[in-house]
């Protein structure tokens, strides 16, 4: 018998209709277009406008994409993952009312939360169930809801930080496409670095903390830069030597959209050309759980059967890792 692997097989994705131009953050803090250009690469941001609407909203919206585009029965749905750092509320799972949502009776579900590594982990889980034999079909939808988090008045983060969701359908094959290798880590040691300090078991909410303003992200850009840089290109290099493969043979580098610099310094550590450099920042800024499976929907007609992909990504407490996956569809 062949070896059974976890191969993605549809995708989908949903962006806010609300774009957040860096022309209209000039008027929100001391910054330029120039500016944020030049260090980030990002032109725009959507960003989810609407009373009651949080992050489920989007992952709905993409897990939906998916199902129609892909015609399938969100019935046959074993289990619904969705990876997440802004969930809808703090003990009720966004990933259950989701599943419900969507149609998807007959799955289980639950949320997963590695910050900007939140899909890379949530697509070597999926794929473990695959493998298993336990499971058919396992949705992964990264999606995140940033600008519930950010503060406007702190341009370290305001300009980097955009909503959207992304989802991906992992199911079983026999033909050798799917997740072949995965190199997941993380480091407590960046606890410090990328973090919201209240709303938590440390510090919870109160009228202070919400005065203190300490419930939005708080990043030291230049320590979360360093590390993303070395660690996300590091892991990429291993994924290549670890699996015997030179720059030729891989069409795609799957990076998280954080920074076009750290983008381009894993680009170059593998060697890759920039037109195989999956690219979107741009348009969305960083985020989060959801920039890989944007990716993924934004080039899905530029993919063919049997392209080699190399994902990459690295966020904050620290986590970060790379996966080697093979695609299964001609779109």
């Not at 930080?161 to 960046?190: H, M, Q, T, V, W």
């Not at 499976?293 to 080699?308: R, S």
């Amino acid at each position: 018998m062949s070896k059974i692997t976890a191969a993605i097989t549809a995708v989908g994705k949903y962006v806010p209709e609300y774009v957040l131009t860096n022309k209209e953050l000039e008027t929100y803090v001391d910054t330029n277009d120039e500016w944020i250009t030049t260090r980030t690469g990002i032109k725009e941001r959507r960003i989810l406008k609407g009373e009651g609407l949080g992050t489920s909203f989007m992952a709905i919206k993409a897990a939906q994409d998916l199902l129609q585009k892909s015609n399938t029965n969100p019935e046959e749905i074993d289990l619904v993952i969705v990876a997440t750092a802004t969930p809808d509320l703090m003990v009720a799972s966004t990933a259950v009312y989701t599943a419900t949502e969507i149609g998807a009776i007959n799955a289980f579900a639950y949320d997963l939360q590695a910050a900007c590594s939140s899909f890379l982990y949530g697509m070597s889980t999926a794929a473990s169930y695959i493998e298993s034999g336990r499971y058919k079909k396992v949705l992964v939808i990264g999606a995140d809801k940033m600008s519930s988090i950010i503060d406007y008045t702190d341009r370290a983060t305001c300009i980097i930080f955009g909503d959207g969701a992304g989802a991906a359908l992992f199911e079983p094959n026999a033909e050798g496409f799917g997740l072949k290798d995965e190199y997941l880590r993380s480091d407590g040691i960046g606890r410090e670095f990328l973090k919201i300090d209240a709303g938590g078991s440390i510090l919870p909410p109160s009228l202070e903390t919400v005065k203190n303003g300490q419930h939005f992200v708080h990043q030291e850009g230049k320590t979360v830069f360093k590390y993303a840089v070395s660690n996300m290109a590091e892991v990429s290099e291993k994924m290549l030597t670890r699996n015997n493969l030179t720059k030729e043979d891989i069409q795609w580098l799957v990076p998280h959209q954080a920074n076009k610099r750290i983008i381009e310094a894993t680009a170059n550590r593998v060697g890759v050309e920039p037109e195989k450099v999956m690219v979107n920042i741009h348009k969305y800024g960083n985020t989060t759980s959801a920039t890989l499976p944007l990716l993924l929907a934004d080039y899905e007609d530029q993919l063919k059967k049997g392209d080699n992909l190399i994902f990459a990504a690295f966020g904050g407490g620290f986590t970060w890792g790379a996966i080697y996956l093979t695609w299964a569809y001609n779109s």
